[in-house]
C-alpha cells in the first residue's frame, strides 16, 4: 500500500512556558522554503517522511526521527526529500535560553553554541525533543512539559553543541556588510537604490553587491526583506491588521507581503496570526 501523501498546513503557537518562541506543527509537500533565517535556534524533529534542505551550501535530507537544528541567523531552505512529503514539529528557542542553559550545564559561561551542519540522527534525543513539543502543545501539565523541555534542550547541548566555525573573511568587509546592513535597516519603508548603498562604502554596484551577497548568502534586496518579515511578526501577534503591518514594513502591497511571508513560514500572515 502507497504512503498517503502529506498536505501543506501548518499550526504556529507558543507557550508561556518557554517565553518569546514560537512553535510550529506542521505537515508539508508541495510547499518549497525559499531562502532565509532565524533569529532563533530552530530546533526540529521529523515526525514522518523527510525533509531535503541546503543549509551552508551542501544539500541536506533529514529523515523520520532526525534533528535538522538550524543555528540562529543562518540561511536555510526547505522542501520535501521524498514524494509523500514531510511531517515535523519545530520549536524555535530564543538564542538567550539555550545560551543560560549551556552555561548552567558546564557552570561557567560558555561561548555561543553551535550545532552540527547535518540533521541529528539521535533517537533517544528524538525522543525527548518530540515528547517536549507535544506536551507544551496539549498544556495539560505544565511541570511535566517544562520539565521535558529542559530535559530535551540539556541534552541536546550537552551531546551535540560545538564551537562556531570562523567564518572566512577579508578584514575590510566586516565594517562594509556592517555599514550596509545598517543603511537596509534604518527604514525599511525606504526606497534605497543599489547605487546609494554602494556610496555608503565607497564601493562600486557590482562589487557591493557581490560582496554582500558572498558575505551573507542573500543578495541585499532578498536580506531586507527577510528583516521585514521578522520585524513584522511583533505587530501581527499584537494584532495589528495584515494589511498596516504590510505597508508599515515596506512591502509595497499586501499580496506583496503576502506571497514572502507564505514562502518563508509556510501560511498566510492572516493564518499565522490567527493560531
Known amino acids: 500500500m502507497n504512503a498517503p501523501l502529506f498536505r501543506d498546513r501548518a499550526r504556529?503557537?507558543?507557550?508561556?512556558?518557554?517565553?518569546?518562541a514560537d512553535m510550529v506543527t506542521a505537515e508539508y509537500r508541495d510547499h518549497t522554503f525559499a531562502p532565509h533565517w532565524h533569529d532563533a535556534y530552530a530546533v526540529p524533529v521529523i515526525e514522518a517522511g523527510a525533509e531535503a534542505y541546503?543549509?551552508?551550501g551542501e544539500r541536506q535530507v533529514a529523515e523520520t526521527g532526525t534533528v535538522p537544528v538550524i543555528n540562529p541567523g543562518e540561511i536555510h531552505t526547505g522542501s520535501r526529500a521524498i514524494e509523500t512529503g514531510w511531517?515535523?514539529?519545530?520549536?524555535?528557542?530564543?538564542?538567550?535560553?539555550?545560551?543560560?542553559?549551556?552555561?548552567?550545564?558546564?557552570?561557567?559561561?560558555?561561548?555561543?553554541?553551535?550545532?552540527?551542519?547535518?540533521?541529528?540522527?539521535?533517537?533517544?534525543?528524538?525522543?525527548?525533543?518530540?515528547?517536549?513539543?507535544?506536551?507544551?502543545?496539549?498544556?495539560?501539565?505544565?511541570?511535566a512539559a517544562e520539565t521535558?523541555?529542559?530535559?530535551?534542550?540539556?541534552?541536546?547541548?550537552?551531546?551535540?553543541?560545538?564551537?562556531q566555525p570562523e567564518s572566512v573573511r577579508l578584514a575590510a568587509d566586516s565594517p562594509r556588510i556592517a555599514t550596509m546592513k545598517a543603511r537596509l535597516a534604518t527604514d525599511l519603508t525606504e526606497p534605497i537604490s543599489l547605487t546609494a548603498l554602494a556610496q555608503e562604502v565607497g564601493l562600486s554596484t557590482f562589487h557591493a553587491a557581490r560582496l554582500f551577497t558572498r558575505e551573507t548568502g542573500l543578495a541585499p534586496h532578498a536580506w531586507r526583506n527577510q528583516l521585514r518579515l521578522q520585524r513584522a511578526l511583533a505587530p501581527l501577534r499584537a494584532g495589528v491588521p495584515v494589511t498596516e503591518v504590510a505597508a508599515a514594513s515596506g512591502f509595497t502591497d499586501q499580496s506583496h507581503f503576502t506571497r514572502h511571508f507564505r514562502r518563508m513560514f509556510g501560511v498566510p500572515p492572516g493564518r499565522w496570526q490567527a493560531s
Not at 553551535?114 to 518530540?130: K, M
Open 12 to 20: 504556529y503557537w507558543r507557550s508561556p512556558l518557554l517565553p518569546g
Open 54 to 56: 541546503t543549509y551552508r
Open 87 to 143: 511531517r515535523y514539529r519545530v520549536t524555535y528557542v530564543p538564542v538567550d535560553f539555550i545560551q543560560s542553559l549551556a552555561n548552567e550545564l558546564a557552570g561557567r559561561t560558555q561561548p555561543m553554541p553551535w550545532f552540527p551542519v547535518q540533521a541529528i540522527r539521535d533517537p533517544d534525543l528524538a525522543r525527548r525533543v518530540l515528547l517536549a513539543h507535544r506536551l507544551l502543545e496539549a498544556e495539560d501539565d505544565p511541570l
Open 148 to 163: 521535558a523541555l529542559v530535559d530535551a534542550l540539556s541534552t541536546l547541548i550537552a551531546r551535540h553543541a560545538q564551537q
